[in-house]
């Protein structure tokens, strides 16, 4: 059974290969959040713990919407009938008079893996174009 840690190494991991594939510096990461040197490094080594709104602020940089991020990060969550299980909790939702933004149709199945895909190829592109270390 995969434990919560497991899951946050594995965003940390997803997290950290997007960073190298959009050629956005730590430092410039750190930069534009005003956060402290060294910030970057400590949320992907598991030195601060990882949270979701250190994930949406870093992708905010990264130009990255989360979705993707998740959909990636997820590519098969949910069973069949999920669609069917959102449109009814979107409902219920409403039924409560919550705000949720706009609605947007769930990705179709080929979706995620069609992403993980573009997600993996494109960390192979930016690590074969990496200068090797001297």
Not at 43 to 53: A, I, P
Not at 82 to 88: G, N, P
Not at 119 to 122: D, E, F, I, P
């Given at each position: 059974?995969?434990?919560?840690?497991?899951?946050?190494?594995?965003?940390?991991?997803?997290?950290?290969?997007?960073?190298?594939v959009?050629?956005?510096?730590?430092?410039?990461i750190?930069?534009?959040?005003?956060?402290?040197?060294?910030?970057?490094?400590r949320?992907?080594?598991?030195?601060?713990?990882?949270?979701?709104?250190h994930?949406?602020?870093?992708?905010?940089?990264?130009?990255?919407?989360?979705?993707?991020?998740?959909?990636?990060?997820?590519?098969?969550?949910?069973?069949?009938g999920?669609?069917?299980?959102?449109?009814?909790l979107?409902?219920?939702?409403?039924?409560?008079?919550l705000?949720?933004?706009?609605?947007?149709?769930?990705?179709?199945?080929?979706?995620?893996?069609?992403?993980?895909?573009l997600?993996?190829?494109?960390v192979?592109?930016?690590?074969?174009?990496?200068?090797?270390?001297?």
């Open positions: 059974m995969t434990t919560i840690d497991d899951e946050i190494r594995r965003a940390a991991k997803l997290l950290e290969a997007l960073i190298q959009t050629g956005v510096s730590g430092e410039e750190e930069r534009r959040l005003e956060a402290a040197p060294g910030y970057v490094e949320l992907l080594t598991g030195r601060l713990e990882l949270k979701l709104r994930i949406l602020a870093v992708l905010r940089v990264l130009e990255i919407e989360p979705s993707l991020f998740f959909q990636t990060l997820y590519p098969d969550a949910g069973p069949a999920a669609t069917v299980q959102l449109d009814e979107r409902q219920r939702l409403e039924a409560l008079g705000d949720l933004g706009g609605e947007t149709a769930p990705p179709g199945p080929d979706v995620g893996q069609d992403l993980e895909r997600v993996q190829g494109a192979q592109a930016a690590l074969s174009r990496r200068k090797p270390e001297v």
